[in-house]
């Protein structure tokens, strides 16, 4: 079985400082890890994905994150947060054999200006 | 390109009605899906098709029944409609090759918001 925690369900930061947005996760074989955001009312949209290679991930928006093995962690990070970046956040994983993606419950960003 | 179209974007239902919720994707895309997503539960996968002519149950089938009509169209049916299955419904696409290790990312249509009374 596979499964996702986002141990946050809000972070507040102001416009300009650092986001995080914590992901843990929980699977039998070798994971491959998204992360996707949403915005009011509408579908989910991809931002990045792990899948080998290097531990950090760029991805869309400015947005990158770190898979760290020995935690089970794939936080997504962003250096300067915009005020446009208030959204919902869904860290996913899927075993590399199943077509299963299992999401967390989702992490609300607000970013004050 | 509209990407992964549902509709309708909001229906109303009494308890034990039906209705069908249809998506169509112009992606070329082979596998499919059908979430629901839930308050402070995330997305939870309801049917899969991993291919034109395929399907298979997800996390949450029970009440859902669904029809790859071609590689285009995915649609979900409730037979008999019950307060519980309240929620927003989404359907995505992938370019997954059967076969071949999954690692590309699903693309979502919008959603279709369904209360049932």
């Known amino acids: 079985a596979q499964s996702v925690a986002q141990p946050e369900d809000q972070v507040n930061v102001a416009e300009g400082n650092p986001l995080t947005v914590k992901c843990t996760y929980s699977?039998?074989?070798?994971?491959?890890l998204f992360w996707y955001v949403q915005y009011p009312n509408r579908g989910l949209q991809f931002l990045l994905k792990y899948i080998t290679g290097d531990n950090l991930v760029k991805g869309s928006y400015g947005f990158e994150a770190e898979f760290n093995k020995s935690q089970t962690s794939f936080h997504l990070k962003k250096p300067s947060a915009l005020v446009s970046d208030s959204a919902l956040y869904f860290c996913?994983?899927?075993?590399?054999?199943?077509?299963?993606?299992?999401f967390g419950a989702g992490t609300t960003v607000t970013v004050r200006a | 390109n509209a990407g992964v179209t549902q509709n309708p974007k909001f229906q109303v239902l009494k308890t034990g009605q039906s209705m069908t919720l249809q998506c169509a994707q112009d992606m070329n895309h082979n596998s499919m899906y059908w979430y629901r997503q839930d308050p402070g539960m995330g997305l939870r996968l309801i049917y899969y098709s991993a291919s034109e002519g395929t399907t298979d149950k997800g996390e949450v089938p029970n009440g859902y029944n669904v029809s790859r009509l071609n590689k285009r169209e995915f649609s979900l049916r409730l037979e008999s409609a019950a307060p519980s299955q309240t929620s927003v419904y989404f359907c995505?696409?992938?370019?997954?090759?059967?076969?071949?290790?999954?690692?590309?990312?699903?693309?979502f249509g919008n959603g279709t918001r369904l209360t049932v009374t």
């Open positions: 995505a696409s992938s370019e997954q090759i059967p076969g071949s290790s999954y690692n590309s990312p699903l693309h």
């Open positions: 996913a994983v899927r075993d590399r054999d199943d077509y299963k993606l299992s």
């Open positions: 699977v039998s074989g070798n994971p491959y």
